[in-house]
Antibody, heavy 124, light 107 residues
Framework: EVQLVESGGGLVQPGRSLRLSCAAS????????MHWVRQAPGKGLEWVSG????????GYADSVKGRFTISRDNAKNSLYLQMNSLRAEDTALYYC?????????????????WGQGTLVTVSS | DIQMTQSPSSLSASVGDRVTITCRAS??????LNWYQQKPGKAPKLLIY???SLQSGVPSRFSGSGSGTDFTLTISSLQPEDFATYYC?????????FGQGTRLEIK
């Protein structure tokens, strides 16, 4: 069974940093692109970042570009999101999701499955 | 970025009803359109990919259609477990973008 388990969320002050992790199991992790998608409280879904199987292709939403860094460790079957200079508007439930494709940015990709999410709250 | 617009934003329906949700893209996305279902407190779940292909395990009462800019998700006969929020998502270009969601409520 494919499983994604996020961790690392919590309450953090504006301007500070946080690192999210996603532990993957049940599939060949280094065969797939991976993504972070977030959902602010009571709001819709927003794609945050994606990374290809070998970290060779990476993308970010404009709202986080220059502040967030996605990475992966295929030896540990893990995905990460380093979040710096956090803002109140970054408050959200952050989901890790598996892509269909190997390469980030390929047409016809989708997110399946998703983890249960980890909550990030940015507040003083 | 490609903007995805869903209608309606919310919908009340009864068990057994046939329901259609519409998703419109701001430019042509061919058939690169996916649908997700999200229940309260749960992660989204992929229902339909490539506009009309049913994800494994998803009941056949769900169907998708469309291409270009206009797409629909249809539930042929609503079941109690179908009351949820539905999102469309385009995978034609980066960044992938979602519609704002359609909340399906019990009448």
């Amino acid at each position: 069974e494919v499983q994604l388990v996020e961790s690392g969320g919590g309450l953090v002050q504006p301007g500070r940093s946080l690192r999210l992790s996603c532990a993957a199991s049940g599939f060949t992790f280094d065969d797939y692109a991976m993504h972070w998608v977030r959902q602010a409280p009571g709001k819709g879904l927003e794609w945050v970042s994606g990374i290809s199987w070998n970290s060779g292709s990476i993308g970010y939403a404009d709202s986080v570009k220059g502040r967030f860094t996605i990475s992966r460790d295929n030896a540990k079957n893990s995905l990460y999101l380093q979040m710096n200079s956090l803002r109140a508007e970054d408050t959200a439930l952050y989901y890790c999701a598996k892509g269909l494709r190997q390469w980030f940015g390929e047409m016809g990709d989708w997110f399946d499955p998703w983890g249960q999410g980890t909550l990030v709250t940015v507040s003083s | 970025d490609i903007q995805m617009t869903q209608s309606p934003s919310s919908l009340s329906a009864s068990v057994g009803d046939r329901v259609t949700i519409t998703c419109r893209a701001s430019q042509s996305i061919s058939s690169y359109l996916n649908w997700y279902q999200q229940k309260p407190g749960k992660a989204p779940k992929l229902l339909i990919y490539a506009a009309s292909s049913l994800q494994s395990g998803v009941p056949s009462r769900f169907s998708g259609s469309g291409s270009g800019t206009d797409f629909t998700l249809t539930i042929s006969s609503l079941q109690p477990e179908d009351f949820a929020t539905y999102y469309c998502q385009q995978s034609y270009s980066t960044p992938p973008t979602f519609g704002q969601g359609t909340r399906l409520e019990i009448k």
